[in-house]
């Protein structure tokens, strides 16, 4: 990977922390609620899902034991906003069951143990689970360095040039990964989805008010001059 780069790659997490903050880590849900929530999560909104998912907790208690147990079609209609119920709601019954079987209680602190890339390995064998879930799951749950990259992060990366127009969520993962040290990944990510949400918005950018765009590939060739 070449210097400039890194150096740009640091450039842009220093802008983004002097105009958003450094978003200090602390978990915020239990590692199997944060398993389920960012399952409800895929291919909708966050309102969505969490919508959902505090469905699901206020239907069964917060006893995984219950939905595990559910008839299909129920959790199926319980996590109805979240979109995608009978796929998701299999997935995670099939999820529970594999923790429980596996580790005796529904329980996956375990992964605070694991080396990165074999807490990566385990919860992507989960059906349903992929690397954004993963790396969500050990970054958020256990301050371990794995980058999420979503829908946000991906278009943000990409305008700036530093990632390519055609790479995938997974090749830009292990770009920032190489680009970055792990001890920035919470904040960065955070930042990133901030930046994507508010500025760098996906079908008209605000381009005149962006901190990065001194940097940006697509505010050179498209907006600059």
């Not at 640091?10 to 983004?16: D, F, G, K, R, S």
């Not at 944060?34 to 309102?47: G, H, Q």
């Not at 790396?135 to 360095?145: A, M, Q, R």
Request: aromatic content about 8%; glycine content about 6%.
């Amino acid at each position: 990977m070449t210097q400039p780069l890194k150096e740009k790659a640091a450039a842009v997490y220093h802008l983004l922390q002097e105009e958003y903050g450094h978003p200090d880590w602390r978990p915020d849900f239990e590692p199997m609620d944060e398993l389920v929530l960012t399952m409800l999560s895929a291919n909708t909104s966050d309102i969505n899902s969490g919508r959902a998912f505090e469905q699901l907790k206020a239907t069964y208690g917060g006893d995984w034991q219950a939905v595990l147990d559910a008839p299909l079609d129920e959790l199926t209609e319980v996590i109805r906003s979240a979109g995608m119920g009978p796929t998701k709601a299999p997935r995670i019954q099939a999820a529970l069951r594999r923790i429980l079987d596996e580790r005796g209680a529904f329980d996956i602190s375990f992964l605070a143990e694991l080396p990165v890339d074999d807490g990566l390995a385990w919860l992507a064998s989960l059906d349903g689970v992929g690397h954004k879930t993963a790396s969500i799951v050990l970054l958020f749950c256990f301050n371990k360095p794995a980058f999420p990259v979503d829908t946000h992060v991906q278009r943000v990366s990409q305008r700036l040039g530093l990632a390519g127009p055609k790479d995938d969520p997974a090749k830009i993962k292990a770009l920032w990964e190489s680009l970055a040290p792990g001890d920035w990944f919470y904040a960065l990510h955070l930042n990133l989805i901030r930046h994507g949400r508010e500025v760098c918005i996906a079908r008209a950018p605000r381009c005149e008010i962006c901190v990065l765009r001194d940097l940006c590939d697509y505010y050179a060739d498209n907006i600059e001059g």
